[in-house]
């Protein structure tokens, strides 16, 4: 068979198909033959270069379409928190308890934020409602049976049973939940009954989408005024960020706030 030549494959990448040309690039057979008047070094340079452009490009579409705000207001009464109020950063999740990129946050990168700076005092942590009901038919009852526990100041014990649950979210799954969390059983079903939260839901819902929430997780980490109420120096993280994407930026903001 012909060897390929590798001046043709350039040719295709600098065109529309670029992609998809890079992908197949990296398929191609050593036995690919070189360009007339360069070498293959050449030619991974020239690719490399196109990489990287390429991904300049990708940075720049992502923060057009997941805007970054200059602020963040916070309602005090509606805050679900972890660590300390006056910690120096803090950051703000939009979760969804069906959501199993929620859960995945939750079971890889929360255990290491929460030994490392939670606990310090260095991290706060919010939790805030974004229920995906279109996709997710038990998120909005399972946020209401968190804030529910919240009335017998359980919000972060059933918080974490519907995590490490989210495939499993119906009503009578989340009654067998509040038993192991070890809530008085009938406040509590009658909170849920009620539909007691889902105004409060509905308006974090709607802040986030204001926000240009569009997914969850959305994560939004920046320094807390003094009021507790305004988040500044935003950065945005979409999805179910690692702990190891995490770590640089809360350790920068610290720095600047040092």
Excluded at 175 to 204: M, T, W
Excluded at 224 to 247: E, P
Aim: aromatic share 8%; hydrophobic share 40%; glycine share 6%.
């Amino acid at each position: 068979m012909k060897p390929l030549n590798c001046e043709r494959v350039v040719d295709v990448i600098r065109g529309p198909a670029g992609v998809v040309a890079m992908i197949l690039f990296l398929l191609i057979p050593a036995g690919c033959s070189a360009p007339q008047g360069g070498n293959l070094a050449d030619l991974r340079k020239q690719v490399e270069t196109l990489q990287r452009q390429q991904s300049e490009i990708l940075k720049a579409l992502a923060a057009h379409s997941n805007p970054v705000p200059s602020s963040l207001e916070l309602n005090p009464s509606e805050i679900r928190s972890l660590g300390k109020k006056t910690a120096a950063v803090t950051l703000v999740e939009y979760f969804d308890y069906q959501c199993p990129f929620c859960a995945r946050f939750f079971e890889d990168a929360m255990p290491e934020l929460e030994k490392n700076y939670i606990t310090t005092g260095r991290l706060r942590f919010v939790a805030l409602d974004y229920p995906l009901e279109t996709i997710h038919s038990f998120a909005l009852v399972a946020s209401e049976a968190a804030q529910c526990a919240n009335d017998q100041g359980k919000f972060w014990p059933m918080h974490d049973e519907l995590l490490r649950h989210s495939y499993a979210l119906d009503r009578k799954s989340i009654s067998l939940y509040a038993h192991d969390v070890e809530l008085d059983i009938r406040p509590f079903q009658k909170c849920l009954n009620s539909g007691k939260y889902a105004g409060e839901i509905r308006n974090q819902e709607a802040a986030a989408g204001n926000l240009g929430v569009r997914g969850t997780p959305t994560f939004f980490l920046g320094v807390m005024d003094h009021t507790g109420r305004t988040l500044s120096h935003l950065r945005r993280f979409d999805g179910a960020v690692s702990y190891a994407a995490l770590k640089p930026a809360i350790d920068q903001l610290l720095a600047q706030k040092n």
